[in-house]
């Protein structure tokens, strides 16, 4: 088993019968995802690594909870997030498509994946563009207890 805490996770260690790779995440540690967010209460990682020749094939999940930025009423709304991962970590991309066109290529430097920067991308790429909390069409926003935005011309 590996932690998801390491911050590099290198390709040779995984095991022919398969691996773990999971464990909680210092939200501290990933600045990009603590820039895009309001807060983030936990980061959590659960994924089989199953070596398929020079792949090393990443299956499971990353969970993640906070809060996010409304886009209608710029109020903190929560977040919880669960993030599929169908990822193949190799050192060269088309050992990957020959394998399953259908994984999400992740390399790997001189056989050593970036492991936190891998798992974060992985987040960051499932956020949502434009968040909003509920609808409502006048008055109070029932997530942030703010009044819409208007505009006077």
Known sequence: MFSA???SL?????SVHGDRLEGVIDPHSWSRLG??????????VYLDLI???????????????????????????PL?????????LVEQEPTVTALDPELEVVLAENGVVAQQSWLEDEVLLALPMIPRCAEWRSGVCPVSGLEPLTVGK
């Open 51 to 77: 070596r398929r020749g020079q792949v090393i094939a990443a299956d499971g999940r990353i969970e993640v909870l906070g809060e996010i930025r409304c886009e209608r009423c710029m109020g903190a709304m």
């Open 10 to 14: 290198p390709l040779a260690r995984v």
């Open 35 to 44: 820039e895009a967010l309001v807060s983030v209460q936990t980061v959590s």
């Open 5 to 7: 805490k390491a911050s």
């Open 80 to 88: 919880q997030l669960s993030v599929t991962v169908h990822s193949g």
